[in-house]
């Protein structure tokens, strides 16, 4: 979002030498524009203007809006020989509800090899050395096992043929093989695998396929169903939604070590394989389910969140969500076990009637221990019955 | 015949035209036919391709930093600029429904739409102008032929001989119907020249045949085929044959009458015409037996709530409002096509065809498909090729991204015949005559430089 601020710093001085008088009727509305409060915020000014009863109903109906009035100074003659020069200004837009820490750039919500392979690519000007790199990534791949080669692991609408395959190890992070007989797609197919390979499911499904701009490999980019890139990182993404699926079903405790690979029985990729499934809500995934469930997914410290949440301010609904993982590398997780950052939603009637402040300053309380133990952030959204039923 | 302007630039030393023409690479062995006119070509004297070009202004200008050199003509032709105009001129001057309408505009749209009917039917010199129907392209054209035609003549057993190297739009219609009709596919291979085995196809042809499905020329392999003889054979036991000429049509002359064929399809974007529309010819007495396959506006004779009397073909195969503006353009299509004259276009494209696969050749380890060009094969100017461990798709990538060169790689809907030759995919380049050596040249050039980026990767 930005603001248009127009900067006149010659705006007093010239007003008096601006012919005002001798130009028709469109000037006249300007004189009285001028004579109004100083040119301070152009947007809460233009506001107020649009607000403005303008007698005259031409400028009402120009096709500019009036912030860009200024900006094209031929279309009057009043501003030939002026200089208003509008900066932008970026606004902040409003932090999100979950995090309390610093507002990511989308570059660095991406798993950090990813960043690096984005990084290097970026640095690599020249289209044909990025072909270089690319395919250089793609004689790197370790090869993939012809048993994998199956119609489960191949990327759909790709002229040439990809096959991706997923597994889980013990710590639950994805990792990925793949081949192809293409070496473009090949070194895409890698770039992906490197990038993606050792997170968490969650983070890779929240990888935005759009990320393929900042390599500035033109060939990704084309929309056709065709384009291997964007099928090959659905298709990583669904594999990693499957397994998570997969892992959280078969046992709820986090942690448990199960360890979720493709020569198991039963394939992977048949089970609950939906195909709506939405990335980006990859990390909703446990919110989402009903409050019974919401247990699994937690470790020792979300547990005991819950536990003395729901023993001290008996709430109607709870959710606490763990998303330690989209803050990995930060400072203040560093040296911790990884339970840092929770999502808390709680609607209690021991609400009622405290305002905001005193409601998170009544859950930090309860969570005291927990905060000097580790506990880096909570994300709070606390409500009384009544105001969840009035919606 | 020759035509050309004898052009005085420096380069060109020669401008005698007697000059014997130096043919070093005739390695081929086959013998140029029109020998004379390749030394002008080469010599100065401006050609086809050059003296076309500034009628197609898509071709000047530059993709990814290049020179466009637009090699995909099989998958759709360019447009020259009178084509262009027709359909501007329609839409500004004489837009309006067709053939119900009583006033000016619509009496106008109605007559150019019929000309151009008419035009269609001069073009492949059909009989009439009402064999010819419009439809939206040459795909939903066989899918006509299927539904009407096919639902109504085929029975359980009865027997449809396809090439395996059909595309995929003259195989699927028919696969559906024979589901449906309990007809049987059978399916011509290929012989050692890579082209399908006529005299296999006419072991196929008995009693039981009702219908032949072939190409003129494949868009995979560049060969032609006898259509005149496979229908002779086709009829002796009264089979009709069906005849698929996209990439015929385009390119040289068609004659219904004389190939004496049952159907025909074409599709008019194939042939500088917009896309949209495409036609289907058939024969008089084979359209008015046939049921519609549409059904709706146009193609009725009265409606009634429990039934409906249909109209004459053509209109009877013409539900609803038609591609009006788009059928005038490919009637200026063929006005174009006839002021240059098939004939000249054939020509010339048999020189760049030869040329193509020839320059082709030199690349090392490249396998070509389809027949070797000589005196009894010809070949059409297209080319599918894989080159030794690149994938067409790298090949078409790179010579997109760096050269500006606009080749086409996968399996051109004919997966059959992929499959029979053994590859995934293939790279394919094709010329129209608004292509010229030139274009071939830098062709190969960046296709060499493709080559040996990728191959030093290995």
Same mark, same amino acid.
Request: net charge negative; hydrophobic share 35%.
């Given at each position: 979002?930005?603001?248009?601020?127009?900067?006149?710093?010659?705006?007093?001085?010239?007003?008096?030498?601006?012919?005002?008088?001798?130009?028709?009727?469109?000037?006249?509305?300007?004189?009285?524009?001028?004579?109004?409060?100083?040119?301070?915020?152009?947007?809460?000014?233009?506001?107020?203007?649009?607000?403005?009863?303008?007698?005259?109903?031409?400028?009402?109906?120009?096709?500019?809006?009036?912030?860009?009035?200024?900006?094209?100074?031929?279309?009057?003659?009043?501003?030939?020989?002026?200089?208003?020069?509008?900066?932008?200004?970026?606004?902040?837009?409003?932090?999100?509800?979950?995090?309390?820490?610093?507002?990511?750039?989308?570059?660095?919500?991406?798993?950090?090899?990813?960043?690096?392979?984005?990084?290097?690519?970026?640095?690599?000007?020249?289209?044909?050395?990025?072909?270089?790199?690319?395919?250089?990534?793609?004689?790197?791949?370790?090869?993939?096992?012809?048993?994998?080669?199956?119609?489960?692991?191949?990327?759909?609408?790709?002229?040439?043929?990809?096959?991706?395959?997923?597994?889980?190890?013990?710590?639950?992070?994805?990792?990925?093989?793949?081949?192809?007989?293409? +070496?473009?797609?090949?070194?895409?197919?890698?770039?992906?695998?490197?990038?993606?390979?050792?997170?968490?499911?969650?983070?890779?499904?929240?990888?935005?396929?759009?990320?393929?701009?900042?390599?500035?490999?033109?060939?990704?980019?084309?929309?056709?169903?065709?384009?291997?890139?964007?099928?090959?990182?659905?298709?990583?993404?669904?594999?990693?939604?499957?397994?998570?699926?997969?892992?959280?079903?078969?046992?709820?405790?986090?942690?448990?070590?199960?360890? +979720?690979?493709?020569?198991?029985?039963?394939?992977?990729?048949?089970?609950?394989?939906?195909?709506?499934?939405?990335?980006?809500?990859?990390?909703?995934?446990?919110?989402?389910?009903?409050?019974?469930?919401?247990?699994?997914?937690?470790?020792?410290?979300?547990?005991?969140?819950?536990?003395?949440?729901?023993?001290?301010?008996?709430?109607?609904?709870?959710?606490?969500?763990? +998303?330690?993982?989209?803050?990995?590398?930060?400072?203040?997780?560093?040296?911790?076990?990884?339970?840092?950052?929770?999502?808390?939603?709680?609607?209690?009637?021991?609400?009622?009637?405290?305002?905001?402040?005193?409601?998170?300053?009544?859950?930090?309380?309860?969570?005291?221990?927990?905060?000097?133990?580790?506990?880096?952030?909570?994300?709070?959204?606390?409500?009384?019955?009544?105001?969840?039923?009035?919606? | 015949?020759?035509?050309?302007?004898?052009?005085?630039?420096?380069?060109?030393?020669?401008?005698?035209?007697?000059?014997?023409?130096?043919?070093?690479?005739?390695?081929?062995?086959?013998?140029?036919?029109?020998?004379?006119?390749?030394?002008?070509?080469?010599?100065?004297?401006?050609?086809?391709?050059?003296?076309?070009?500034?009628?197609?202004?898509?071709?000047?200008?530059?993709?990814?930093?290049?020179?466009?050199?637009?090699?995909?003509?099989?998958?759709?032709?360019?447009?020259?600029?009178?084509?262009?105009?027709?359909?501007?001129?329609?839409?500004?001057?004489?837009?309006?429904?067709?053939?119900?309408?009583?006033?000016?505009?619509?009496?106008?749209?109605?007559?150019?739409?019929?000309?151009?009917?008419?035009?269609?039917?001069?073009?492949?010199?059909?009989?009439?102008?009402?064999?010819?129907?419009?439809?939206?392209?040459?795909?939903?054209?066989?899918?006509?032929?299927?539904?009407?035609?096919?639902?109504?003549?085929?029975?359980?057993?009865?027997?449809?001989?396809?090439?395996?190297?059909?595309?995929?739009?003259?195989?699927?219609?028919?696969?559906?119907?024979?589901?449906?009709?309990?007809?049987?596919?059978?399916?011509?291979?290929?012989?050692?020249?890579?082209?399908?085995?006529?005299?296999?196809?006419?072991?196929?042809?008995?009693?039981?045949?009702?219908?032949?499905?072939?190409?003129?020329?494949?868009?995979?392999?560049?060969?032609?085929?006898?259509?005149?003889?496979?229908?002779?054979?086709?009829?002796?036991?009264?089979?009709?044959?069906?005849?698929?000429?996209?990439?015929?049509?385009?390119?040289?002359?068609?004659?219904?009458?004389?190939?004496?064929?049952?159907?025909?399809?074409?599709? %008019?974007?194939?042939?500088?015409?917009?896309?949209?529309?495409?036609?289907?010819?058939?024969?008089?007495?084979?359209?008015?037996?046939?049921?519609?396959?549409?059904?709706?506006?146009?193609?009725?004779?009265?409606?009634?709530?429990?039934?409906?009397?249909?109209?004459?073909?053509?209109?009877?195969?013409?539900?609803?409002?038609?591609?009006?503006?788009?059928?005038?353009?490919?009637?200026?299509?063929?006005?174009?096509?006839?002021?240059?004259?098939?004939?000249?276009?054939?020509?010339?494209?048999?020189?760049?065809?030869?040329?193509?696969?020839?320059?082709?050749?030199?690349?090392?380890?490249?396998?070509?498909?389809?027949?070797?060009?000589?005196?009894?094969?010809?070949?059409?100017?297209?080319?599918?090729?894989?080159?030794?461990?690149?994938?067409?798709?790298?090949?078409?990538?790179?010579?997109?991204?760096?050269?500006?060169?606009?080749?086409?790689?996968?399996?051109?809907?004919?997966?059959?015949?992929?499959?029979?030759?053994?590859?995934?995919?293939?790279?394919?380049?094709?010329?129209?005559?608004?292509?010229?050596?030139?274009?071939?040249?830098?062709?190969?050039? %960046?296709?060499?430089?493709?080559?040996?980026?990728?191959?030093?990767?290995?």
């Amino acid at each position: 979002m930005e603001a248009f601020v127009g900067i006149d710093t010659n705006l007093e001085r010239s007003r008096s030498d601006l012919p005002f008088k001798s130009i028709p009727a469109a000037t006249h509305l300007f004189s009285r524009w001028f004579d109004s409060s100083p040119l301070t915020c152009a947007l809460k000014h233009q506001r107020k203007m649009a607000l403005h009863s303008f007698s005259s109903a031409r400028f009402c109906t120009s096709k500019f809006p009036i912030c860009f009035h200024l900006s094209k100074p031929s279309k009057f003659p009043l501003f030939s020989h002026r200089s208003i020069s509008f900066e932008k200004i970026p606004t902040k837009s409003p932090p999100p509800l979950r995090s309390s820490s610093t507002q990511l750039q989308p570059m660095e919500e991406l798993p950090p090899k990813l960043q690096e392979i984005i990084k290097l690519f970026q640095s690599v000007e020249e289209p044909k050395a990025k072909y270089e790199q690319l395919m250089f990534y793609g004689k790197n791949l370790n090869p993939l096992d012809t048993q994998f080669k199956t119609k489960e692991n191949k990327v759909e609408g790709c002229v040439s043929q990809v096959w991706v395959r997923a597994y889980l190890d013990e710590d639950k992070n994805v990792f990925y093989q793949a081949d192809s007989d293409s +070496v473009l797609t090949k070194g895409l197919a890698a770039l992906l695998v490197n990038g993606l390979s050792g997170r968490p499911a969650q983070e890779i499904l929240r990888v935005p396929p759009d990320f393929a701009v900042l390599l500035g490999l033109q060939q990704s980019l084309t929309p056709s169903r065709n384009n291997g890139f964007l099928n090959m990182l659905k298709l990583m993404q669904r594999k990693a939604l499957e397994l998570l699926i997969e892992a959280e079903k078969g046992n709820g405790a986090y942690g448990n070590g199960q360890v +979720v690979t493709d020569n198991s029985e039963k394939p992977v990729e048949n089970s609950n394989s939906d195909s709506n499934v939405d990335e980006n809500s990859g990390v909703r995934l446990s919110s989402q389910k009903s409050n019974e469930d919401n247990s699994s997914g937690l470790g020792s410290r979300g547990m005991r969140i819950k536990e003395k949440l729901e023993r001290e301010l008996s709430p109607i609904e709870l959710e606490v969500e763990d +998303v330690s993982y989209q803050h990995a590398g930060h400072a203040g997780v560093r040296g911790s076990d990884g339970e840092t950052h929770f999502n808390v939603r709680i609607v209690s009637k021991e609400f009622e009637g405290k305002s905001l402040v005193k409601r998170h300053r009544l859950i930090y309380g309860l969570l005291d221990e927990e905060l000097q133990t580790g506990l880096h952030a909570l994300s709070l959204v606390a409500k009384t019955p009544s105001e969840v039923e009035a919606k | 015949m020759v035509e050309g302007v004898f052009v005085k630039l420096p380069s060109f030393p020669f401008l005698n035209p007697a000059v014997s023409p130096s043919s070093p690479n005739c390695r081929l062995g086959f013998r140029r036919f029109s020998a004379s006119l390749s030394a002008v070509v080469k010599e100065g004297s401006v050609s086809l391709g050059h003296s076309t070009r500034p009628d197609f202004p898509i071709l000047h200008q530059e993709v990814n930093g290049s020179k466009l050199v637009y090699l995909d003509n099989a998958a759709t032709s360019q447009k020259p600029t009178a084509v262009l105009k027709a359909l501007q001129n329609y839409y500004e001057t004489y837009n309006s429904n067709v053939h119900r309408g009583i006033h000016y505009l619509s009496a106008k749209a109605t007559d150019e739409y019929e000309l151009a009917r008419k035009k269609v039917a001069a073009f492949i010199n059909a009989s009439d102008s009402t064999e010819i129907v419009f439809t939206r392209n040459a795909t939903e054209a066989i899918n006509l032929v299927a539904y009407s035609w096919g639902l109504s003549n085929l029975r359980p057993g009865s027997e449809i001989i396809l090439s395996i190297a059909e595309h995929h739009s003259a195989i699927v219609p028919w696969q559906t119907i024979a589901q449906k009709t309990g007809a049987i596919l059978r399916f011509v291979s290929l012989d050692e020249n890579e082209v399908p085995d006529v005299e296999e196809l006419r072991g196929m042809i008995s009693e039981r045949t009702e219908l032949v499905v072939v190409h003129h020329v494949s868009n995979v392999l560049g060969s032609v085929l006898p259509i005149e003889d496979i229908v002779i054979w086709a009829h002796a036991v009264g089979a009709k044959v069906l005849v698929d000429a996209c990439q015929s049509v385009p390119h040289m002359v068609v004659d219904v009458q004389g190939l004496d064929a049952d159907f025909l399809v074409a599709s %008019s974007h194939k042939m500088c015409g917009p896309t949209g529309v495409g036609f289907l010819f058939g024969k008089s007495n084979l359209l008015l037996d046939m049921p519609p396959f549409l059904g709706g506006g146009e193609m009725i004779s009265d409606v009634f709530l429990d039934h409906s009397t249909y109209a004459e073909p053509p209109s009877r195969f013409e539900a609803g409002t038609p591609a009006i503006g788009e059928a005038i353009g490919l009637g200026a299509a063929i006005d174009y096509l006839s002021g240059i004259g098939m004939q000249k276009i054939h020509d010339y494209e048999m020189e760049l065809a030869n040329y193509l696969y020839e320059k082709l050749c030199s690349v090392p380890n490249i396998r070509i498909y389809g027949p070797k060009p000589s005196d009894n094969i010809h070949r059409a100017a297209l080319c599918s090729f894989n080159v030794e461990n690149i994938h067409p798709t790298d090949l078409a990538t790179f010579l997109d991204q760096q050269h500006g060169v606009a080749i086409r790689s996968g399996h051109h809907c004919a997966q059959p015949l992929h499959r029979h030759l053994g590859v995934n995919a293939s790279a394919r380049a094709s010329l129209h005559f608004y292509n010229t050596r030139e274009d071939v040249d830098e062709f190969i050039r %960046s296709l060499d430089d493709t080559v040996s980026f990728f191959n030093s990767f290995k």
